[in-house]
């Protein structure tokens, strides 16, 4: 019978692991870490996972979080676009809200569900010499071992590295002393040209607690966060978020109660950049075999619109069907195939991150931002799409497209904003 060799078991690998298992296709996953290790780890990341993920987490089994997301979700998102003096705010809501949950807990709990399952893990790093002898073992191996030096296996797409660097300097970190927006969500507040900052509630180890991600831009007016490192010097590092509220985004400034405000523990900071990179789906061993690429392997994608996850998921199901539906043999026919499935989707994601990361913000960006403002149907969509790369692409991917988009649902003729302009305009679909 067909065996698939999974490396690594972060959500992309973990999501495709059970997904075999729930199917009768014998799988080994090879786990770089066991449960206690990531237990015991730093923050990875603060991924909120969207509707479809969620779902896809219901169809395996794994919704452990139903319960505890029940009000603190990210229902509705907030939305707070701060141009010049002039603050534009709009609020969708979720047709089924996202949930943001700390990956040390989900993963190391899916990868027990796994192993309670009767699953197959051996634990250990897997090295890319590994892997002839892996393709001897398995009809097909799926390596899904992140941003790491695996990814050097899979060539990189010609159009796969729009940018040189990373557009952001990335700080998340697990908060105490932040109160939820209400209604109960997240809430997303942008500078153009300084960046964003992401509020979240966020499950992880004792309970509910509010997650910040703040996506800087060099030389803007949140840089400052830029240069102070937490391990170095905590209270600084506090005292800055602090003030970055404070001076740049009063409205979040007033949920925080100053008395108890602060990273939550050590471990729960993560400060580093990412270089939005998709690479090909598949490669070809020393050895003639061929192996797969899932998740972050594949794409790495800036965390500035939550996709990562939410794609290495959808992309493990598609490999999961791909495998289901054709496994006579892994060849690189077999490769092409899926890899293209996954692009699919993939790309959507990517390219609507990538746009939107632009500095400055493209026009057709700040007039679907400012339409939603006026516009509870087009806000509504705004934010459900980030459940759906394609749809916002599909939007966002020509001036033309917008246009057409907006006309269609009755965007109407937008005045951008311009700088000293400090009306407030709001709109809600609560
Ligand atoms: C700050 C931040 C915020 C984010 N927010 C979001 C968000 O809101 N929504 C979203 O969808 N995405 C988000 N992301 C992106 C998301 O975290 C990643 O896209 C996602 O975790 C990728 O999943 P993966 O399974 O491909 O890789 P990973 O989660 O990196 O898992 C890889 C696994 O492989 C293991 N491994 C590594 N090397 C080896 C080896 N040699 N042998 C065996 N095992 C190995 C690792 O230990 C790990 O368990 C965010 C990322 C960051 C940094």
Request: with cysteine.
């Amino acid at each position: 019978m067909t065996s698939i060799g999974i490396v690594g078991a972060g959500i992309g690998g973990l999501h495709l692991a059970l997904y075999l298992q729930q199917h009768d296709v014998p799988a080994t996953l090879y786990a770089e870490l066991t449960s206690q290790q990531r237990l015991a780890g730093r923050l990875p990341n603060t991924a909120v996972h969207w509707g479809p993920t969620r779902e896809r987490e219901h169809a395996l089994g794994v919704n452990h979080w139903d319960e505890q997301a029940d009000d603190w979700c990210v229902r509705h998102v907030h939305f707070y676009g701060m141009f010049g003096a002039r603050t534009m705010t709009f609020t969708g809501m979720n047709d089924v809200p996202g949930i943001g949950i700390d990956h040390r807990i989900y993963t190391s709990t899916l990868l027990e569900d796994f192993l309670a399952r009767g699953g197959d893990v051996v634990y250990g790093a897997v090295m890319v010499g590994d892997l002839p002898a892996l393709s001897d073992r398995h009809d097909l191996v799926v390596v899904s071992a992140g941003r790491g030096s695996m990814v050097e296996l899979f060539e990189r797409r010609s159009d796969g590295r729009p940018f040189t660097e990373p557009q952001r300097f990335i700080c998340t970190g697990i908060f105490d002393g932040i109160a939820p927006q209400q209604p109960i969500g997240s809430s997303i507040n942008v500078i153009p040209g300084s960046g964003e900052l992401f509020q979240l509630p966020f499950l992880t180890f004792g309970g509910r607690k509010t997650a910040l991600l703040t996506e800087i831009i060099p030389g803007g007016q949140l840089d400052e966060l830029r240069t102070v490192r937490y391990e170095q010097d905590p209270v600084r590092f506090n005292a800055t978020v602090l003030r970055m509220l404070r001076t740049s985004f009063p409205h979040l400034a007033e949920l925080v109660d100053e008395n108890i405000f602060g990273i939550t523990r050590a471990e729960d900071v993560l400060q580093g950049a990412i270089t939005p990179t998709a690479r090909r789906g598949y490669a070809q061993l020393e050895n003639g075999k061929w192996v797969m690429a899932l998740g972050d392997v594949s794409l790495v994608n800036d965390p500035v619109l939550a996709q990562g996850a939410n794609t290495a998921s959808a992309c493990a199901f598609l490999l999961g069907e791909a495998i289901l539906a054709d496994n006579l043999v892994f060849d690189e026919m077999w490769c092409a195939r899926a890899e293209a499935r996954m692009w699919d989707y993939q790309r959507a994601a990517f390219e609507w991150t990538n746009h939107m990361l632009r500095t400055p913000l493209p026009g057709n960006a700040t007039k679907l931002i400012t339409t939603a403002c006026g516009n509870p149907e087009v806000a509504r969509s705004f934010i459900n799409n980030y459940a759906a790369p394609q749809a916002n692409w599909d939007i966002l991917a020509s001036d033309a497209r917008t246009d057409a988009y907006l006309t269609r649902h009755g965007g109407g003729p937008v005045t951008p904003p311009s700088a000293g302009d400090d009306r407030a305009t709001t709109a809600s679909t609560r």
